[in-house]
């Protein structure tokens, strides 16, 4: 069964960066359209990075200019990263990659396989 296993979470402080990795075992990575996705209290979990087949990044405005979104594919690895610079108490959250099974990543991803999530705190 297709499940991504995301890690890297930590806590950081201020100002810090973190890269979040995930696993992506039985999603082809460069075929699908990938995302991270955080939990925001009090609301459904929200895209803030996402990455097609032909590697077309979209953001986020909380994240843009901050975040980079990247996979590889190459030497067997299947993985999907989101490098996470100038962190700020309001990225502390619960990350998720996420894949759907499409080429190109629609306005609203309908996602197909879920992680379980990696924890990010920042501190102060």
């Known amino acids: 069964e297709a499940r991504p296993v995301e890690s890297g979470g930590d806590s950081v402080q201020v100002g810090g960066s973190l890269r979040l990795s995930c696993a992506a075992s039985?999603?082809?990575?460069?075929?699908?359209?990938m995302g991270w996705l955080r939990q925001v209290p009090g609301k459904e979990r929200e895209a803030i990075a996402t990455i097609d087949s032909d590697g077309v990044t979209n953001y986020g405005a909380s994240v843009k200019g901050r975040f980079i979104i990247s996979q590889d594919q190459d030497n067997g690895k299947n993985t999907l990263y989101l490098e996470m610079n100038s962190l700020k108490p309001d990225d502390a959250d619960m990350y998720f990659c996420?894949?759907?099974?499409?080429?190109?990543?629609?306005?609203?991803?309908?996602?197909?396989?879920w992680g379980q999530g990696t924890q990010v705190a920042v501190s102060s």
């Open positions: 996420a894949a759907e099974i499409a080429y190109y990543c629609s306005r609203e991803p309908s996602w197909d396989f």
């Open positions: 039985g999603i082809t990575v460069k075929t699908s359209c």
